[in-house]
Structures are given as structure tokens and as C-alpha cells.
């Protein structure tokens, strides 16, 4: 199946998978719409955007806010210039990617607040569209300021949040301004991201195989126990495989190990156990020295893996058994790749776990990020079901938890 990312309106109105109001249940004629949205897209060196993807998937919600006589006015952030002011992270460039998109001019307003930003969007005109300069130029929007809220507050009558990538953040510009304003829904990006997910946790499509990579276990632990409770099969790849394996007695070499959650390991394995879940841990590894020796790269069995070593990506034995084991899944949840996918010498292990969810006939839901970020590299992005558009808040929806954000919209609702 291939990822949705084009412009299509999907204005059915429809109740979404929280008790939250969506931006097709209230009237937009005439108002201004402030659209949180997530822009953050990567730039080369140059500022010249290389994956528009975040833009389009906001598209939807935009042209229906145009379609119904809004006023629109945009909002994202883009890298971490914590609070100050960095032309290379600056939105110009999405708000001329944007214009092209919605084939309409999009008006760049280089403040996000004052009284300058007011009076540009006052004298705007229904249908027009406004995209405010980076959020967190500001350093009010991480410290989740009521103070810069209210200044944001004046700008709109309507708030509309679709940047489920930051809504597991106490931002101002996702938690306190919904707080504040009088009107506050959700987009369609953030219902599709909702709905799915919600699809893919409850499914009946089984095997639910489960794939879990990543650096650390501690960022995985409660990712985990939840999964156990969902899922037929967990197939564990990346760094955290060390702390499963060094907790069953085994060398690791120098490898990436969290001595402190060796028992958290064990309690899990113990849990697999005893719910019928089937847990897969690597059985080879190429390891080197350091992601930057190529030149002594070694593949070793997880019983062999050498003292002066570290293992940095899964062996050919292990993407053979990850490639069995995910054969008769109907559903695939991937979160984290299985080793430094960066480094070419040690991203076959990544390569090969996505062209085998990619083949699978199952549906396949990739949690944004660097899973994300590792299956457009690969080339596998058209092969996946569903790629979310959040990392970190993707996790927090696996661990179980209440995302900030849309704690704010059911309370609104």
C-alpha cells in the first residue's frame, strides 16, 4: 500500500478515534484559523528543503479551511535554535514550497507576534494564507509561556492543531494556546495519525508482529511491556539488544549496554514468556570498533562478539531469521532501526528489515523519526501502509501515554 500524502479533501464529517472536535465540526466562514502544523522538514546545506513529505500531509487541512471562507495563518517550528534567532532555520523556504503546493502566494510574516504580525493578519482576506515565522525563535514556546500564548491569541478566532509530531510536548503553541482559545479542534493529519495508530493497537489481523530497534532501552522499556500485551511477536534489533543479551550472561564487547536495566530486560523476557508472546533477539552482529572503522568491520555470532568491539548493526543470520518471522505477519508495527543506518557499512541490517515489511503483504504502520527517516533512505516509503509523521510522540502512544496535546483538545471538546 502507499503512503497518502497528496492533497486529497476528506470532508466527510466524521467523528475521529478521541473525544476531540475535529476542524470540519465548526464554522470557519469568515474567521481567522490558526493550523499549528509540523513543518519541520530537514534542508540541505543550502536551506533548500529535500523532503517535502511533512508539508503535504498538512495540505487537507489547509485547503479546507480555504475551501470554507477562512483566513488562514500557520504556525510550525523547524530544528532546535533555542530561542534565537538562526536565518538557516528559518521558514521562508516552506513558506515558498507551500506557495507552490497550493499554487496561491503564501505571505511570510518574519515575527510570530507584536503588533506588526497583528496587522498583517487583520488586513488579510478570506482564502488567503499566512505562514508565521519559526515558533521557536522564541524561547516563550518551549517554556510553554501563557504570556506568549496570549500574544499568539490575538491573531485568530479559531485553533486548529495538526502537528501530532510535537503534541507529546508541553509547547505553548500545542498546550497552552488551545488552553486559552475559545475554539480549539484537531486537523485531519492528526485524525488520520489518531485513527490509524488506534487501528493497528486494537487489530484483529493477526500475527501483530512488532519490530523494535533503537539505541537504548531505557527509551523502549514501557514501548515494550505495552507491546506484550498487543502483540504475537516482538522482534528486538539495534543497540538495546546488547542489554537483553549481557542479562543472559553473554559477551558483548564493547557494545552499548544499560547495566541498570539488565533486570527491566529480564522481567520482560520473563513476561513474553508467560503471555504466549514469541521474542526474537539478534544472532549475529557486524561490529567494529567504532562507527567510523570501516576497515575492521566483523560479523560475530552473539555468543563470539569480540572484546575490543562493538556490535553496530544486526548480521545476515538475523535478517534471515527477522525476515521468517515476519513472513505470515498481517500486521507490522516498526519502531527504531536495527543499527547505525547512517553509515553505510552498517545499515543492511536496516535495509533488510524494511524490504521485508515492504514485501509483506501486511499492514505496515512505521513510527516517524529515524524509522522514518531510515525507510526513505532505503528506498522502501512507497511499500509501507502508514508512515507517521511523529517520532517521540509516536513512542509515547506506544508506551500507553496521554499525549499533552490532545489531553487539551478532548478537554475542549
Given at each position: 500500500?502507499?503512503?497518502?500524502i497528496?492533497a486529497k479533501?476528506p470532508?466527510a464529517?466524521l467523528?475521529?478515534p478521541?473525544?476531540?472536535k475535529y476542524i470540519?465540526?465548526?464554522d470557519?466562514s469568515?474567521?481567522t484559523?490558526?493550523?499549528r502544523?509540523?513543518f519541520?522538514?530537514?534542508l540541505?546545506?543550502n536551506s533548500?528543503i529535500?523532503?517535502?513529505?511533512?508539508?503535504?500531509?498538512a495540505?487537507?487541512?489547509i485547503?479546507?479551511?480555504?475551501?470554507?471562507g477562512?483566513?488562514?495563518v500557520?504556525a510550525s517550528h523547524l530544528?532546535?535554535?533555542?530561542?534565537?534567532r538562526?536565518?538557516s532555520l528559518?521558514?521562508?523556504?516552506?513558506?515558498k514550497?507551500?506557495a507552490?503546493?497550493?499554487?496561491?502566494?503564501v505571505?511570510?510574516?518574519d515575527?510570530c507576534?507584536g503588533?506588526?504580525v497583528?496587522?498583517?493578519?487583520?488586513e488579510?482576506?478570506?482564502g488567503q494564507?499566512?505562514l508565521?515565522?519559526?515558533?521557536?525563535?522564541h524561547?516563550e514556546e518551549e517554556?510553554?509561556?501563557e504570556?506568549?500564548a496570549?500574544?499568539?491569541?490575538?491573531?485568530f478566532?479559531?485553533?486548529?492543531?495538526?502537528?501530532?509530531g510535537v503534541?507529546h510536548r508541553?509547547?505553548?503553541?500545542?498546550?497552552?494556546l488551545?488552553?486559552?482559545a475559545p475554539?480549539a479542534v484537531?486537523?485531519?493529519?492528526m485524525?488520520?495519525e489518531?485513527e490509524?495508530?488506534k487501528?493497528v493497537m486494537?487489530?484483529n489481523?493477526?500475527p501483530?508482529v512488532?519490530?523494535?530497534?533503537?539505541?537504548?532501552?531505557s527509551?523502549k522499556?514501557?514501548?515494550?511491556?505495552?507491546?506484550l500485551d498487543?502483540?504475537d511477536?516482538?522482534?528486538i534489533?539495534?543497540?538495546?539488544?546488547?542489554?537483553f543479551l549481557?542479562a543472559l550472561?553473554?559477551?558483548?564487547?564493547?557494545?552499548?549496554?544499560?547495566d541498570?536495566?539488565?533486570?527491566?530486560?529480564l522481567?520482560?523476557?520473563e513476561l513474553?514468556?508467560?503471555?504466549?508472546v514469541k521474542l526474537y533477539l539478534?544472532?549475529?552482529?557486524?561490529?567494529s570498533?567504532?562507527?567510523?572503522?570501516?576497515?575492521?568491520?566483523?560479523?560475530?555470532?552473539?555468543?563470539e562478539?569480540p572484546e575490543?568491539?562493538?556490535?553496530l548493526?544486526?548480521g545476515p543470520?538475523?535478517?534471515?531469521?527477522f525476515?521468517?518471522?515476519?513472513?505470515?505477519?498481517?500486521?507490522?508495527l516498526?519502531?527504531?532501526?536495527?543499527g547505525v543506518?547512517?553509515?553505510?557499512?552498517?545499515?543492511n541490517?536496516?535495509?533488510?528489515?524494511a524490504?521485508?515489511?515492504g514485501?509483506?503483504k501486511?499492514?505496515?504502520?512505521?513510527g516517524g523519526?529515524?524509522?522514518a527517516?531510515?525507510?526513505r533512505r532505503v528506498?522502501e516509503?512507497q511499500?509501507?501502509s502508514y508512515?507517521?509523521?511523529?517520532g517521540?510522540?509516536?513512542?509515547?502512544?506506544?508506551?500507553g501515554?496521554v499525549l499533552?496535546?490532545?489531553?487539551v483538545?478532548?478537554?475542549k471538546?
Amino acid at each position: 500500500m502507499g503512503l497518502f500524502i497528496e492533497a486529497k479533501r476528506p470532508y466527510a464529517n466524521l467523528e475521529g478515534p478521541y473525544k476531540m472536535k475535529y476542524i470540519n465540526q465548526v464554522d470557519l466562514s469568515g474567521k481567522t484559523v490558526f493550523i499549528r502544523c509540523d513543518f519541520n522538514v530537514p534542508l540541505d546545506e543550502n536551506s533548500n528543503i529535500t523532503d517535502d513529505t511533512r508539508i503535504r500531509r498538512a495540505l487537507p487541512t489547509i485547503l479546507y479551511a480555504i475551501d470554507n471562507g477562512a483566513k488562514v495563518v500557520l504556525a510550525s517550528h523547524l530544528g532546535r535554535p533555542h530561542g534565537k534567532r538562526d536565518p538557516s532555520l528559518s521558514l521562508l523556504p516552506v513558506a515558498k514550497r507551500l506557495a507552490t503546493l497550493l499554487r496561491r502566494p503564501v505571505e511570510f510574516i518574519d515575527r510570530c507576534v507584536g503588533d506588526d504580525v497583528e496587522k498583517r493578519v487583520a488586513e488579510m482576506k478570506p482564502g488567503q494564507v499566512a505562514l508565521l515565522e519559526n515558533l521557536r525563535f522564541h524561547i516563550e514556546e518551549e517554556n510553554d509561556s501563557e504570556e506568549f500564548a496570549r500574544e499568539m491569541l490575538k491573531l485568530f478566532d479559531v485553533y486548529v492543531n495538526d502537528a501530532f509530531g510535537v503534541s507529546h510536548r508541553k509547547h505553548a503553541s500545542v498546550h497552552m494556546l488551545p488552553k486559552l482559545a475559545p475554539i480549539a479542534v484537531a486537523g485531519f493529519l492528526m485524525k488520520e495519525e489518531l485513527e490509524t495508530f488506534k487501528k493497528v493497537m486494537e487489530t484483529n489481523n493477526r500475527p501483530f508482529v512488532a519490530v523494535v530497534g533503537g539505541a537504548k532501552v531505557s527509551g523502549k522499556l514501557g514501548c515494550l511491556k505495552n507491546l506484550l500485551d498487543k502483540t504475537d511477536k516482538i522482534l528486538i534489533g539495534g543497540a538495546q539488544a546488547f542489554t537483553f543479551l549481557k542479562a543472559l550472561g553473554y559477551p558483548v564487547g564493547k557494545s552499548l549496554v544499560e547495566d541498570h536495566l539488565m533486570p527491566a530486560a529480564l522481567e520482560i523476557m520473563e513476561l513474553a514468556k508467560k503471555k504466549g508472546v514469541k521474542l526474537y533477539l539478534p544472532v549475529d552482529f557486524v561490529c567494529s570498533t567504532g562507527i567510523d572503522d570501516i576497515t575492521n568491520r566483523v560479523t560475530a555470532t552473539y555468543q563470539e562478539i569480540p572484546e575490543d568491539k562493538m556490535g553496530l548493526d544486526i548480521g545476515p543470520a538475523t535478517c534471515q531469521l527477522f525476515k521468517e518471522a515476519l513472513a505470515d505477519a498481517k500486521t507490522v508495527l516498526w519502531n527504531g532501526p536495527m543499527g547505525v543506518f547512517e553509515v553505510k557499512a552498517f545499515s543492511n541490517g536496516t535495509k533488510a528489515v524494511a524490504q521485508a515489511i515492504g514485501e509483506s503483504k501486511a499492514f505496515s504502520f512505521v513510527g516517524g523519526g529515524d524509522t522514518a527517516k531510515a525507510v526513505r533512505r532505503v528506498g522502501e516509503k512507497q511499500n509501507m501502509s502508514y508512515i507517521s509523521t511523529g517520532g517521540g510522540a509516536s513512542l509515547e502512544l506506544l508506551e500507553g501515554k496521554v499525549l499533552p496535546a490532545i489531553a487539551v483538545l478532548e478537554e475542549k471538546s
